[in-house]
């Protein structure tokens, strides 16, 4: 995941580096180096997920940076020019503005991901791949989206009046061992 961020009011001011997660996984503003990410790359990253368990492979393998940009604009290129300079990178308006393509329909996109996919999953994934950030769904949303409820129990689930605040700090560069006791001394005393 990209980072820690508690407040929602920083999250969008937040500078973080730009290596993070494995490439098949970088949403757009990682693979154009944008000076300002937000937790919408783990949305992204989560898209991938989904889709790599409905086709059986990594969607988007790519072998360089731009490479990996290729096979996502294949199918999820930028809708318009607001959409590329919101990824607030000094790049993506000079590589992006030079290709426009189309985004691929739906049946493109479902043959992409593989036919057995249902409707839902592909409605699920263009909601995730969506090249601004601004626009790519939420947790929230994706709970909500039709593709969970067979899988939800909205009686059964707990909201917590505050930020889920992780033990470990973002910029700690800690041992194995150290994290796995702070995890560990953490699940005790929840329970």
């Not at 999250?11 to 993070?20: A, K, P, Q």
């Not at 990178?89 to 329909?105: D, G, L, R, T």
């Not at 041992?175 to 699940?187: A, M, N, P, Q």
């Amino acid at each position: 995941m990209a980072r820690s961020v508690h407040s929602m009011h920083i999250e969008d001011d937040i500078i973080m580096t730009d290596y993070v997660a494995t490439r098949w996984y970088r949403a757009p503003e990682i693979l154009l180096a944008s000076n300002s990410y937000s937790t919408k790359v783990d949305m992204w990253s989560f898209g991938c997920i989904i889709g790599e368990i409905l086709k059986g492979k990594a969607l988007f393998p790519g072998n360089s940076t731009l490479n990996q940009l290729d096979h996502i604009l294949k199918y999820f290129p930028p809708c318009c020019k607001e959409d590329i300079q919101s990824i607030k990178s000094n790049f993506s308006v000079s590589i992006m503005s030079k290709q426009m393509p189309k985004m691929a329909n739906l049946g493109q996109i479902k043959s992409f991901v593989g036919e057995n996919a249902s409707d839902e999953s592909i409605s699920l994934l263009v909601s995730l791949f969506k090249f601004n950030p601004s626009k790519r769904f939420s947790a929230l949303q994706c709970l909500e989206h039709p593709y969970f409820s067979v899988y939800r129990n909205k009686k059964m689930e707990i909201f917590l009046p505050y930020d889920v605040v992780p033990p470990i700090h973002d910029g700690m560069k800690l041992t194995i061992e150290t994290y796995r006791k702070i995890l560990f001394d953490g699940s005790q005393i929840a329970h």
